[in-house]
């Protein structure tokens, strides 16, 4: 049991730092989130946060405030699975930042089981929502090997 858990842990921390990698590729200037979507041990969606496509790629106004069509990574990673033949049912998303109340209704009705994110956002009602909502939450800070 013990290797079992320090095996998913390995793997949960590998899959963090994908998601570090992918928040790089936000143009958002105050904060750069990132998402990966894991069904079966195999990576099915990523995402990002940033504006839609078509957008400009500038995600702050000119007094540093996020504009309000700016789009939260698991919504991106989420939306994308929407576009293609897969789903999220039973899947884990690993995060940079958890959710917030909004991301956290669409990770819910997705399907995710299990949600794995490496800082708290500032307020924890998304985390508390979907812990309440019976999906497994892990947080795990440090993910250096």
């Given at each position: 049991?013990?290797?079992?858990?320090?095996?998913?842990?390995?793997?949960?921390?590998?899959?963090?730092?994908?998601?570090?990698?992918?928040?790089k590729?936000?143009q958002?200037?105050?904060?750069?989130v990132?998402?990966?979507?894991?069904?079966?041990?195999?990576?099915?969606?990523?995402?990002?946060?940033?504006?839609?496509?078509?957008?400009?790629?500038?995600?702050?106004?000119?007094?540093?405030?996020?504009?309000?069509?700016?789009?939260?990574?698991?919504?991106?990673a989420?939306?994308?699975?929407?576009?293609?033949?897969?789903?999220?049912?039973?899947?884990t998303?690993?995060?940079?930042?958890?959710?917030?109340?909004?991301?956290?209704?669409?990770?819910?009705?997705?399907?995710?089981?299990?949600?794995?994110?490496?800082?708290?956002?500032?307020?924890?009602?998304?985390?508390?929502?979907?812990?309440?909502?019976?999906?497994?939450?892990?947080?795990?800070?440090?993910?250096?090997?």
């Amino acid at each position: 049991m013990d290797q079992q858990l320090s095996k998913q842990n390995k793997y949960d921390k590998a899959y963090l730092r994908l998601a570090e990698s992918w928040a790089k590729l936000s143009q958002c200037n105050r904060k750069q989130v990132g998402a990966i979507i894991v069904k079966d041990e195999i990576i099915i969606s990523d995402g990002f946060n940033g504006t839609p496509a078509g957008f400009d790629n500038c995600c702050e106004n000119e007094e540093g405030l996020t504009h309000w069509y700016v789009l939260h990574a698991e919504a991106n990673a989420i939306l994308k699975v929407a576009k293609s033949t897969n789903n999220c049912k039973g899947a884990t998303l690993y995060l940079t930042h958890s959710p917030c109340r909004d991301c956290s209704k669409l990770v819910l009705q997705s399907g995710i089981k299990r949600v794995v994110y490496k800082e708290a956002y500032k307020d924890p009602a998304g985390i508390d929502f979907l812990r309440n909502a019976g999906l497994e939450m892990v947080h795990i800070n440090q993910i250096d090997e």
